[in-house]
């Protein structure tokens, strides 16, 4: 199977290369390349609560899918709560405890109801006396399973969830894609702190029941600043992270399973990317040819400056430049195929943000698009090179042309400005070391780093996957001046 031939048709790209949202990727195969990190092990963990955080893109509802598969191979219950189940939960109520009460009631009916259904002994008596039951849902759960099993007529996989929950109580709670209508607003941010509250007490107050809850890192981050009570949660959190070796390694597995080749992940971690990269030989092009300080570099190279440390990105990257060696009649991923979709990505991490955010930030186009390079700056050579007093004249200028307001009624000012622009991984955090290496820092590596009240010595970076649509005029500028990631 090494020599197949690639045609990157629609059906081979996504094979290839996977979708970008895990729901529609099958289990089977997200399972086959699927990296189970540190971060893994900390969500599934038995403990009540668990709170996984990160930027969209990262993989948070790949994990819950991947982790609620493993749980029913296990004979565990797995629950999935979906916006959808909860879209009238915790609103409308100015009282912050009865806010947590509402959401209480309502997660305990809904969890109450989908266990139920999966046994196959959900009816009318069961669903009135969950409703009146009260918060010991876990209790209810197992006197009501324990007295009916015998007198319904169940299927054979129920009868066995059934015997399973029986000997283990174990009930396992995913709540996933909260973001979905997020507006950054004040009540939204009290409804989400309400859930989280709720969720720790049903936790506690149920034995055998565990919540697995994913949030974005800017609903979580704008939660935990505005809301004193979630201290109390701050424990449970596990940030959604990844390095860049860790996604070119998720990319290898990707391609060798496509060839039906196997690997061991532990042992293609501890592999140098040089060597790893030999790997994408099959699909890309192995020197990049283009210009400047991109010229004859290795490919894995600028796919891995190219993304934001999130395997969306290089989801997206890698099958639009496909898609680009398909038009071109091409078997492999070309240097061409690259240069020809960089602005074309560009313009969708960009849109991607505004869409992301906008409703922290209505105005985050304008903010975006002021952050082009003026001509003066492109002719000193650092347009995207910023210190903490540049980017602050920088944003205080786009103040100036542009009414730029939080959503939450926040001031915009530049520094406030330039922690917003850091959170989003529109800027990176940028140093140059004695040895002439260039260190990056992202914000979810260090979320203090842009702190009103600590210069850490860094400086600021707007991030590759940005300019090419910040620049369209000048292409071979973006080449000239921007430096490639090292190797780790």
């Not at 109390?232 to 391609?255: A, Q, Y």
């Not at 990257?317 to 991923?333: G, P, V």
């Amino acid at each position: 199977m090494e020599n197949k031939e690639i045609k990157f048709d629609d059906t081979t790209i996504q094979a290839l290369f996977g979708f970008e949202d895990a729901e529609s990727e099958s289990i089977d195969r997200l399972k086959e390349y699927y990296l189970k990190k540190d971060t893994y092990d900390r969500v599934v963990a038995d403990l009540p609560v668990r709170i996984l955080v990160g930027h969209k893109g990262t993989g948070k509802s790949a994990l819950f899918k991947v982790a609620m598969s493993e749980e029913q191979e296990k004979g565990n219950l797995p629950i999935l709560i979906k916006p959808d189940d909860i879209a009238e939960l915790g609103k409308d109520d100015e009282n912050f405890l009865l806010r947590i009460r509402q959401w209480k009631y309502g997660l305990t009916k809904i969890i109450g109801e989908k266990v139920f259904s999966e046994f196959g002994l959900l009816d009318d008596s069961v669903l009135s006396k969950l409703t009146k039951f009260g918060l010991k849902l876990s209790n209810y759960i197992y006197e009501t399973v324990s007295t009916v099993k015998d007198n319904v007529d169940l299927l054979e996989s129920q009868k066995l969830l059934v015997s399973n929950f029986l000997s283990k109580r174990k009930i396992v709670v995913y709540i996933d894609d909260l973001d979905r209508g997020w507006e950054g607003k004040p009540d939204d941010i009290s409804r989400i702190s309400a859930l989280l509250n709720s969720v720790r007490d049903l936790a506690n107050e149920n034995k055998g029941i565990s919540f697995k809850v994913s949030l974005r890192s800017d609903v979580y981050y704008l939660v935990r600043t505005s809301d004193e009570s979630t201290d109390k949660i701050e424990s449970s959190v596990v940030w959604c992270e990844w390095s860049n070796h860790e996604i070119l390694v998720l990319l290898v597995k990707r391609i060798l399973t496509f060839f039906d080749i196997s690997a061991d992940y532990n042992n293609l971690l501890k592999t140098d990317q040089f060597y790893l990269s030999q790997h994408l030989d099959r699909v890309f092009e192995r020197r990049f040819q283009g210009r400047g300080k991109w010229s004859d570099t290795y490919t894995y190279k600028v796919l891995m400056s190219m993304i934001r440390k999130r395997p969306r990105d290089l989801v997206k990257l890698c099958s639009l430049s496909a898609q680009s060696a398909k038009r071109n009649n091409s078997s492999i991923i070309k240097t061409e195929n690259l240069q020809g979709i960089f602005e074309e990505y560009s313009q969708g991490r960009i849109q991607d943000t505004i869409n992301e955010f906008r409703s922290e930030l209505p105005s985050i186009d304008k903010l975006i698009f002021g952050m082009k390079p003026t001509r003066k700056q492109k002719q000193s050579g650092n347009g995207y090179v910023y210190t903490t007093q540049e980017l602050n004249a920088k944003i205080r200028n786009i103040l100036q042309n542009h009414k730029i307001i939080f959503k939450n009624g926040r001031a915009a000012e530049p520094k406030t400005i330039a922690q917003f622009l850091f959170k989003i991984n529109f800027l990176t955090a940028r140093k140059e070391l004695d040895n002439g290496e260039i260190q990056r820092k992202y914000f979810e590596e260090n979320r203090y780093l842009s702190s009103d009240f600590v210069d850490f010595g860094y400086d600021w970076e707007v991030h590759p996957a940005f300019r090419w649509a910040l620049q369209p005029d000048d292409i071979t500028d973006v080449f000239a001046k921007l430096s490639l990631i090292s190797d780790k």
